[in-house]
């Protein structure tokens, strides 16, 4: 069983930045790829971005703004989230899935945070 939680989101102008973090429990952190998916109002969940043990993935909607990292050692993945955009307003959550699984496909995680709030103001 892990258990994530995610924390760093708030409300933060057009052009900024933040920074998520996701701190997982238990001792098998390195072994599991880790994602992060949002779902802004009346729309379904969507990918951001993945990272298995070293290979990362983002999706084209972030690329160049937005990258995922992890710290192994801190049982830690982050989003760092520059040029925020308002359509980044989202919730946005951190999963954990076994490393076989397809990096944007969200039935391969297992295990899912309770969601952070990111709200971007023009």
């Known amino acids: 069983q892990v258990q994530l939680v995610e924390s760093g989101g708030g409300l933060v102008q057009a052009g900024g930045s933040l920074r998520l973090s996701c701190a997982a429990s238990g001792r098998t952190f390195a072994t599991y790829a880790m994602g992060w998916f949002r779902q802004a109002p009346g729309k379904e969940r969507e990918f951001v971005a993945g990272?298995?043990?070293?290979?990362?993935n983002h999706a084209d909607s972030v690329k160049g703004r937005f990258t995922i990292s992890r710290d192994n050692a801190k049982n830690t993945v982050y989003l760092q989230m520059n040029s925020l955009k308002p359509e980044d307003t989202a919730v946005y959550y951190c999963?954990?899935?076994?490393?076989?699984?397809?990096?944007?496909?969200?039935?391969?995680?297992?295990?899912w945070g309770q969601g952070t709030q990111v709200t971007v103001s023009s």
């Open positions: 999963a954990a899935g076994a490393m076989l699984a397809v990096a944007g496909d969200a039935a391969g995680y297992d295990y």
């Open positions: 990272i298995k043990r070293i290979a990362t």
